[in-house]
């Protein structure tokens, strides 16, 4: 594919005229009687006076951007005068000469290319381009100091009918990295092989045609790169291009190509990787090489690939090898991951126990037995009731408990024969937890790094549907499985062409938490990041950032009491709790080495 695309470019590269058909040798008809460049309304027109019958062909040359215009069939008979140079819509430069002996050639320097349209009026010649500003005409006319140099003819022997003559641009088209030069023109019934050979006069490169090669070509460029309209008209014709070593170019059937490829003497060249894996560059290798005959092997203990292709093409497969195994930059990338877990919790409540001293709810105060003198008390619960009076006993708040108080307050008094306890619990905790993490880890370029700085936890797994042997009955089992949990960062980085880090990045914290519910056991409290981001070499960029408030508030109380205003909160228990989580993550990317690539 390589060798064709430069078979086109080389080619197209200087796409020239054929004279009309069935033109004929004898006296011309046609002269250039004069040039002019002339201003007109947001326009720049150059006039080309004329006489007789003449045809006109245009192209374009690039470096510097020129416009061609060659008079077919005219002699010069107009005075010669040297253009003065100054800048007339773009024009800065005008020649022209008898640049064969029926040809007349006008070259017009261009400041840069532009968009122009070829008219005939009469016995004129236009050539507009539009123009920024207004200027002084110019003529020929106007006597000047330039001889008119002698023309330049290309003498035949061959019958006019059986010539195909190719007109030579007075400059070599340059090849530039801009593009390529341009051609416009038009085929009228010509032979494919006087097509072709005018692309070869054209390029200046070889260009054999296959043998029993024929058809007509009737068409028309304007203004393209040669390389595409070569292509074209190959493509019209069923034809192909292929560059041989040393630059000849082969135009034949694809058929034909293809089975003188077949014939090709296959070599092998052995060629060493440096930078990579040869296994990992085998399969793309592989997709150049000659369908059929071509083969790669990758091997691993001298890191090299073993490439069997035909002559013409192996050269082609280990540039590509060589254009691939490039030295890449190492890249350092330092994250930070800041975790911070705030909970606050604050309870207050109040608790109430009445009794006499024959009844009592044994419940938050443990009360002697009356009965024994030994002091002995009732397990909580266990109520004492006496049956021979009527007593009163109550219990306020008794469920809602402080989880291990900070402040218990007991308060006791006598009310006639009863006695009236009152216990206050309160309670404030504030739990914080701060993570601060920075794992650092460096890679190749396209190359995926994994860091992990943490633990392998076990967590044992149930089987209630597990059948036991031989009894049939089910019978649970469990089995053990490890979980990774710490701090972990996974990363794909990419150098670009501007010296920036692309990456793709995945960042996770995850701890295990033990459940009240000791039999099942865990749960995995997890923080992840993933995304792609691109940063420059040494910047500091936030790729994450999460903030949770979770607030939780209960009341229990006595009914009626625990809603009555400012005095509820005599008659109830409060809890109130909040939780926050903040999350961030920082990357900062850094090339370690000079960035150079050399193969």
Do not use: C
């Amino acid at each position: 594919m390589k060798a064709l695309s430069r078979v086109i470019l080389a080619a197209v590269a200087a796409l020239l005229v054929a004279p009309p058909a069935g033109a004929e040798d004898g006296p011309l008809s046609g002269e250039v009687t004069a040039v002019s460049v002339m201003p007109s309304p947001g326009r720049a027109e150059v006039v080309v006076n004329v006489h007789g019958t003449v045809d006109v062909k245009d192209f374009v040359l690039d470096n510097p951007a020129r416009l061609v215009l060659d008079v077919v069939g005219a002699r010069l008979s107009a005075g010669a005068s040297r253009y003065d140079g100054i800048n007339r819509g773009g024009v800065r430069n005008l020649r022209y000469n008898q640049y064969r002996a029926d040809v007349v050639r006008i070259v017009l320097e261009l400041d840069a290319a532009k968009n122009y349209k070829v008219t005939r009026e009469g016995d004129a010649i236009r050539i507009s381009f539009g123009a920024d500003r207004s200027f002084a005409s110019w003529s020929s006319t106007t006597p000047g100091d330039l001889t008119p140099p002698a023309p330049r003819a290309m003498a035949d022997a061959r019958p006019a009918a059986q010539r195909s003559e190719v007109s030579l641009p007075d400059e070599a088209p340059a090849r530039e990295p801009q593009g390529e030069p341009r051609i416009t023109v038009t085929w009228d019934r010509a032979s494919i092989g006087d097509v072709v050979a005018g692309f070869a006069a054209f390029s200046g490169k070889t260009i054999i045609l296959g043998k029993d090669i024929k058809g007509e070509v009737t068409a028309e460029i304007k203004n393209q790169p040669w390389p595409q309209a070569f292509a074209a008209i190959l493509a019209a014709q069923g034809l192909t291009a292929q560059e041989m070593p040393g630059g000849i170019i082969r135009v034949d059937a694809p058929s034909t190509l293809a089975a003188l490829d077949s014939t090709e003497p296959l070599e092998t060249a052995v060629v060493r990787v440096n930078y990579k894996q040869a296994d990992s560059l085998a399969k793309t290798v592989e997709s150049i090489v000659t369908k059929g005959r071509g083969r790669v092997i990758a091997d691993r203990g001298s890191n090299a690939l073993v490439i069997t292709d035909t002559h013409s093409h192996i050269g082609q497969v280990t540039d590509f090898v060589r254009g691939l195994d490039v030295r890449t930059p190492q890249i350092s990338i330092q994250a930070k991951i800041i975790f911070v877990d705030r909970t606050d919790l604050q309870q207050l409540g109040l608790r109430y126990d009445i009794g006499s001293r024959s009844q009592f709810f044994n419940k938050l105060v443990q009360r002697p037995d009356p009965t024994k003198t030994d002091g002995t008390t009732y397990a909580p619960g266990i109520n004492i009731i006496d049956l021979g009076g009527n007593s009163l006993s109550a219990i306020g708040n008794a469920d809602a408990t402080v989880q291990q108080s900070a402040l218990d307050l007991v308060f006791s008094t006598a009310l006639g024969g009863f006695s009236l306890t009152s216990f206050l619990s309160a309670l404030e905790t504030v739990q914080l937890s701060d993570v601060q993490a920075e794992p650092l880890i460096t890679t190749l370029d396209n190359r995926q790094a994994d860091i992990l700085v943490g633990d392998e936890i076990p967590l044992r797994v149930v089987d209630a549907s597990a059948q036991s042997s031989g009894t049939g009955t089910a019978v649970p089992r469990s089995t053990v499985q490890f979980k990774e949990t710490g701090i972990r960062l996974t990363v794909t980085p990419h150098v670009t062409n501007n010296r920036q880090i692309l990456m793709e990045l995945k960042t996770e914290r995850s701890n295990v938490q033990t459940l009240a519910a000791a039999d099942l056991g865990f749960t995995i409290n997890k923080q992840t990041s993933t995304n792609q981001l691109l940063v420059g070499d040494g910047e500091t960029s936030v790729i994450g950032g999460l903030t949770v408030t979770t607030v939780t508030k209960s009341r229990s109380g006595i009914p009626l009491l625990s809603g009555l205003p400012i005095v509820g909160k005599l008659f109830s228990f409060s809890s109130d709790q909040e939780n926050r989580r903040d999350l961030i993550i920082l990357v900062t990317p850094r090339i370690v080495d000079d960035g150079i690539s050399t193969p």
